[in-house]
Nanobody, 120 residues
Framework: QVQFVESGGGLVQSGDSRRISCSVS????????LGWFRQAPGKEREGVSC???????YYVDSVKGRFTVSRDNAKGTVDLQMNDLKPEDTATYYC??????????????WGQGTQVTVSA
């Protein structure tokens, strides 16, 4: 069973940067893509970004140019560098096994997520 452990969230101000990280089980590293989804209060979970083993990436339009996804298979991690954060980025961020296009999660369960809160 694929396991995810997300970390690095916190409270930041608008315009700040934050890097969140996810440790994934070895089984997940064999999948095509790893990435991030997020869920804001009262909203459905949405895809943010995905990176394939080949290095190809996908970003939802709202984060293009601000967020960068990366993975390190040797370390078993997938990171999301978030720059120029906006209040609308406030959400719980979840690691996922993914593919694109369109961006979709392939895992059937989720980790605990990491909360990112952006104050205006």
């Amino acid at each position: 069973q694929v396991q995810f452990v997300e970390s690095g969230g916190g409270l930041v101000q608008s315009g700040d940067s934050r890097r969140i990280s996810c440790s994934v089980s070895e089984l997940a590293l064999n999948y095509y893509g790893l990435g991030w989804f997020r869920q804001a209060p009262g909203k459905e979970r949405e895809g943010v970004s995905c990176i394939r083993n080949s290095g190809g990436t996908y970003y939802v339009d709202s984060v293009k140019g601000r967020f960068t996804v990366s993975r390190d298979n040797a370390k078993g991690t997938v990171d999301l560098q978030m720059n120029d954060l906006k209040p609308e980025d406030t959400a719980t961020y979840y690691c996922a096994v993914c593919d694109f296009p369109p961006l979709m999660a392939l895992n059937d369960h989720w980790g605990q997520g990491t909360q990112v809160t952006v104050s205006a």
